[in-house]
Every structure is written in structure tokens, then in C-alpha cells.
């Protein structure tokens, strides 16, 4: 974001503890002000460089149009994200101030906790954990400046949030879609169904046929079998046909 060399960043050595919360006894906290210049101060962090304090009124009117940009970390959990599921991202507020008020804003850290079992075989064979931060404002409150060396024009502060959050993200495994399908015979069954379609298809169709055009000897029969038989060859074209136009309605559906 182009902030190196021209935004005030924490070094990175820096190392700090939150705990508590302003209604315990002990605390431990972050806090950042932007107070008016002071040449004591100024003389501190520049030593050497004869680097001089404006006056109140320039200090003032600068203030008056002047806005604050506050950058920091935040992290989100995707759940949809199996590789890196803690998200980083930058969050940044503006702030606006004013000559004569003090304004302050507290936000809260929270430390949170994911427990994902992404194993696609069985969730109790693998359980990563990971651990998260996200910062949420608290309370924001103005006031009338009266000490102007001491009273801050922004007071930025961070504390520990003291409740916690857990997360549990559990994959869908193979034992749950055997238990959602009706078990391992259930797959077996569709399996087998689904190899012997074929088979059943072709005993249909060859059924079909024998019963088509198997002939009996005529020579043997009596001569009511003859008469039935007669009769039959008679109606066995209007029989092809019914079966014809049922095959036909078979292979229809099947398309």
C-alpha cells in the first residue's frame, strides 16, 4: 500500500500480550494518540536535526483538515477453502478529527479457533486446528479538549476480547455416503443391476423370437391340434405385429 517511509508501522520486532479487559485488575492493551506537537518530544525522535513545533493555530488548522488513516490486519475463515482456509486481508478506517475534541475508539481482538476434519475417508483419521484473529470495533465516544498538551486529538485503543469462538468444519466421507445410500449391499445392488441390464435386454429379446417363430410337426397332431393350429397360423401375422409394435415401445424408452 505504499505505507513504508511514509505511514508510522509498528517495527517488527514488536511483541505484546493482551489479556484482561478493562474490568479486571490487571490489563494489557495497545493503544495509539495523536497529540499536538511537542518540542521535547519532537527534539526525542529526531535528535540532532533542529526540527521546530508550528504553533497552536497552525497545528490547529491543520487538524481541522486533516484525516486519519488506520491501517491493520484482519483474518476471516472460508469454509470452502481446503488449502488455506485463514484469509488475510487489510482493513483500513479513516478517521476524521477536530482541534478541540478528543475522540476515542476501542476495538476488540478476538482469538478464534478452527477444528477441521477434511479426511475423505473417516474424520476421526486426521484433525488440523488452526488459529485466527478478528478485530471488531467496541465503543467510539467524543469529548470536549481541555488540556490542550495532554488531551489527544485521537485515541486509538485495542483490547482483548474475552470470549472466544470454535468452529468445527467436518468433511463428507465415504462411510457417510454409504450411510446416506442405505449401506455397502445397496451399491452392490445398483452395481449389479447395472451389469445385467444387458443380459435380461438380450433373454427378452430371444424370447421374443422363439415364441415367434418356433413351428411344431404337423404330422403328429390330431386333427382338433391341426384345426387350433390352422386357427393360429391365421392370427399369428395381427401376433407379430403386437409384438413388433411392443418392441418398438421398448427401444423408445430405452432411448
Given at each position: 500500500?505504499?505505507?513504508?517511509?511514509?505511514?508510522?508501522?509498528?517495527?517488527?520486532?514488536?511483541?505484546?500480550?493482551?489479556?484482561?479487559?478493562?474490568?479486571?485488575?490487571?490489563?494489557?492493551?495497545?493503544?495509539?494518540?495523536?497529540?499536538?506537537?511537542?518540542?521535547?518530544?519532537?527534539?526525542?525522535?529526531?535528535?540532532?536535526?533542529?526540527?521546530?513545533?508550528?504553533?497552536?493555530?497552525?497545528?490547529?488548522?491543520?487538524?481541522?483538515?486533516?484525516?486519519?488513516?488506520?491501517?491493520?490486519?484482519?483474518?476471516?475463515?472460508?469454509?470452502?477453502?481446503?488449502?488455506?482456509?485463514?484469509?488475510?486481508?487489510?482493513?483500513?478506517?479513516?478517521?476524521s478529527i477536530m482541534s478541540d475534541t478528543t475522540l476515542q475508539m476501542a476495538f476488540q481482538v478476538q482469538q478464534?479457533?478452527?477444528?477441521?476434519?477434511?479426511?475423505?475417508?473417516?474424520?476421526?483419521?486426521?484433525?488440523?486446528?488452526?488459529?485466527?484473529?478478528?478485530?471488531?470495533?467496541?465503543?467510539?465516544?467524543?469529548?470536549?479538549?481541555?488540556?490542550?498538551?495532554?488531551?489527544?486529538?485521537?485515541?486509538?485503543?485495542?483490547?482483548?476480547?474475552?470470549?472466544?469462538?470454535?468452529?468445527?468444519?467436518?468433511?463428507?466421507?465415504?462411510?457417510?455416503?454409504?450411510?446416506?445410500?442405505?449401506?455397502?449391499?445397496?451399491?452392490?445392488?445398483?452395481?449389479?443391476?447395472?451389469?445385467?441390464?444387458?443380459?435380461?435386454?438380450?433373454?427378452?429379446?430371444?424370447?421374443?423370437?422363439?415364441?415367434?417363430?418356433?413351428?411344431?410337426?404337423?404330422?403328429?397332431l390330431q386333427a382338433s391340434d391341426k384345426h387350433e393350429l390352422v386357427q393360429e397360423q391365421k392370427i399369428m401375422?395381427?401376433?407379430?405385429?403386437?409384438?413388433?409394435?411392443?418392441?418398438?415401445?421398448?427401444?423408445?424408452?430405452?432411448?
Amino acid at each position: 500500500m505504499g505505507l513504508t517511509n511514509v505511514g508510522m508501522c509498528i517495527d517488527k520486532n514488536f511483541s505484546l500480550q493482551l489479556y484482561g479487559s478493562f474490568q479486571t485488575q490487571e490489563v494489557g492493551f495497545l493503544y495509539a494518540d495523536v497529540v499536538r506537537c511537542q518540542q521535547n518530544i519532537l527534539n526525542q525522535l529526531f535528535p540532532g536535526q533542529n526540527k521546530k513545533c508550528k504553533s497552536q493555530q497552525e497545528i490547529d488548522k491543520v487538524v481541522d483538515l486533516a484525516n486519519v488513516l488506520m491501517v491493520f490486519l484482519q483474518q476471516r475463515f472460508d469454509e470452502n477453502n481446503f488449502e488455506v482456509p485463514i484469509q488475510d486481508q487489510i482493513d483500513t478506517r479513516r478517521i476524521s478529527i477536530m482541534s478541540d475534541t478528543t475522540l476515542q475508539m476501542a476495538f476488540q481482538v478476538q482469538q478464534n479457533t478452527v477444528y477441521a476434519q477434511d479426511n475423505w475417508l473417516s474424520n476421526g483419521l486426521q484433525q488440523d486446528s488452526y488459529v485466527f484473529n478478528e478485530v471488531s470495533i467496541f465503543s467510539q465516544y467524543s469529548k470536549r479538549i481541555k488540556n490542550s498538551t495532554t488531551d489527544p486529538y485521537l485515541r486509538l485503543q485495542f483490547i482483548q476480547d474475552e470470549s472466544k469462538q470454535t468452529i468445527n468444519r467436518q468433511a463428507y466421507t465415504l462411510f457417510d455416503a454409504f450411510t446416506y445410500t442405505g449401506g455397502l449391499m445397496s451399491i452392490i445392488y445398483a452395481f449389479a443391476q447395472f451389469l445385467t441390464r444387458g443380459i435380461q435386454k438380450q433373454l427378452y429379446y430371444q424370447s421374443l423370437i422363439k415364441r415367434l417363430y418356433l413351428q411344431p410337426n404337423i404330422e403328429n397332431l390330431q386333427a382338433s391340434d391341426k384345426h387350433e393350429l390352422v386357427q393360429e397360423q391365421k392370427i399369428m401375422p395381427q401376433k407379430m405385429q403386437q409384438k413388433n409394435n411392443e418392441t418398438q415401445k421398448i427401444n423408445n424408452l430405452e432411448t
